[in-house]
């Protein structure tokens, strides 16, 4: 069986070394250049094609009609999309002659659309996991091939989720690649009436409204935690951005919400009285330490 492959990120690099390990024969990959603006904390699809020798190319479009005929040139039995970040056109699609299947990171029908780990854990979920499911020309709507699940625990950051996901995504494949090639693809409803949809997410979404409850501020802080650009707030002029934090088990009724020093601790203190206890604040990249937070606030860097 012969594949064309789309991917990127961790999950592109796992998933092709399944299909590697299956015997599917990859005659192209098609990922991403690096963006320079990006931190890049994530494996290389394009460094493993060529530890394997498999050709690649790195359109900025996957409609371009150069690359439509080199897919039909090549005649493939699958299309897959593996963290490839456009969506590919309907004609490409039709290409693949036994079908196109993409790997989404999260349980479908809920959360189709743009980093679905982000939005699941900013919501509180408790779990999440992978899905392959056959590309059409919506979003993530196509009919499920097969799904696996896996926990978020109430302290998982993003950055934690997406590993647990990157596992889900390999065994998703690898449990269910041997009947597609044998011609038995499971197909089961994807009902997205029943489901939700989000898009992207940008550094500016990362701001925090104290006003909310600190389980809504611990779950922005969890959802964008570094390796992602984080929840940050303005003090002082000053952007500051969370490391790292936790719940705390205190109550503060009392203090007004925002940042502040207490007992030589920094804390987000939220509109319920509750507050995130921060062990690191950074500002510029650099840590703050209670005693300079406490500088800030109280005017005494000027």
């Not at 931190?39 to 790195?58: D, K, Q, R």
């Not at 982000?118 to 009919?143: I, Y």
């Not at 940050?232 to 000053?238: E, K, S």
Request: proline share 8%; charged share 15%; glycine share 8%.
């Amino acid at each position: 069986m012969r594949a064309v492959v789309f991917a990127y990120h961790n999950v592109g690099v796992r998933c092709l070394q399944v299909l590697l390990a299956r015997g599917v024969e990859i005659a192209l990959v098609v990922t991403h250049q690096d963006n320079p603006a990006e931190t890049i904390w994530f494996e290389s699809v394009a460094a493993l094609c060529a530890e394997h020798g498999i050709p690649v190319t790195m359109p900025n479009d996957p409609a371009s009609p150069a690359l439509l005929e080199q897919v039909r040139a090549i005649a493939p039995d699958f299309i897959f999309s593996f963290y490839y970040r456009h969506m590919l056109p309907v004609p490409l699609l039709a290409l693949a002659r036994t079908g196109a299947f993409n790997m989404h990171g999260s349980l479908l029908p809920k959360y189709r659309g743009r980093v679905p780990i982000n939005w699941a854990v900013l919501h509180g979920e408790d779990h999440t996991g992978a899905t392959l499911h056959e590309m059409a020309a919506k979003p993530d709507a196509g009919a499920i091939v097969a799904q696996t699940s896996v926990p978020i625990l109430p302290d998982d950051t993003a950055y934690e989720v997406f590993g647990k996901v990157v596992v889900a995504a390999e065994k998703t494949l690898w449990d269910v690649l041997p009947a597609m090639l044998a011609g038995r693809i499971p197909r089961l409803p994807n009902d997205i009436a029943q489901g939700s949809y989000f898009g992207g997410r940008t550094p500016a979404d990362g701001r925090i409204d104290w006003q909310q409850s600190a389980q809504q501020v611990y779950n922005l802080h969890r959802a964008v935690a570094p390796p992602y650009p984080g929840a940050w707030t303005m003090l002082d002029g000053v952007t500051c951005v969370i490391g790292k934090a936790r719940l705390s088990t205190q109550t503060f009724a009392g203090l007004p919400p925002g940042l502040a020093v207490v007992d030589n601790r920094m804390l987000g203190i939220c509109g319920d009285a509750r507050a995130l206890e921060i062990s690191t604040l950074l500002v510029d990249d650099v840590p703050l330490t209670p005693a300079q937070l406490q500088q800030h606030l109280s005017g005494e860097t000027h």
